[in-house]
């Protein structure tokens, strides 16, 4: 049973720091791309980004880089979302993702799903 779990959501101030975490268990985690989405209240799920099989690569949504940074640990089959400076508008719920092909921002070409963690920023 394939299983993504999300942690490290949680209330921060504006210009802060958080650390996602989502651990994988069920899979062949080093034969996936991870990718992170998140979604605002009474808004769609929007990408993120996402970092390719072995790390070697990352891709960001415009918004994020120089403030957020995925990496990976394909030994403990965990994906961690580090973000820096962070603002009001970041305020969601945050999604891990797996893919089986070679990365995508479009969450229909993500196969499984964690359950999401809560991010609030506040001003």
């Known amino acids: 049973q394939v299983q993504l779990v999300e942690s490290g959501g949680r209330l921060v101030q504006a210009g802060g720091s958080m650390r996602l975490s989502c651990a994988a268990s069920g899979l062949t985690f080093s034969s996936l791309t991870m990718g992170w989405f998140r979604q605002a209240p009474g808004k769609g799920r929007e990408f993120v980004g996402y970092i390719t099989r072995c790390g070697g690569y990352t891709y960001y949504r415009d918004s994020v880089p120089g403030r957020f940074t995925i990496s990976r640990d394909n030994a403990k089959n965990t994906v961690t979302l580090q973000m820096n400076s962070l603002k009001t508008e970041d305020t969601a719920v945050y999604y891990c993702?797996?893919?089986?092909?070679?990365?995508?921002?479009?969450?229909?070409?993500?196969?499984?799903w964690g359950q999401g963690t809560q991010v609030t920023v506040s001003s």
């Open positions: 993702a797996a893919d089986r092909g070679g990365g995508s921002r479009y969450s229909y070409d993500y196969d499984y």
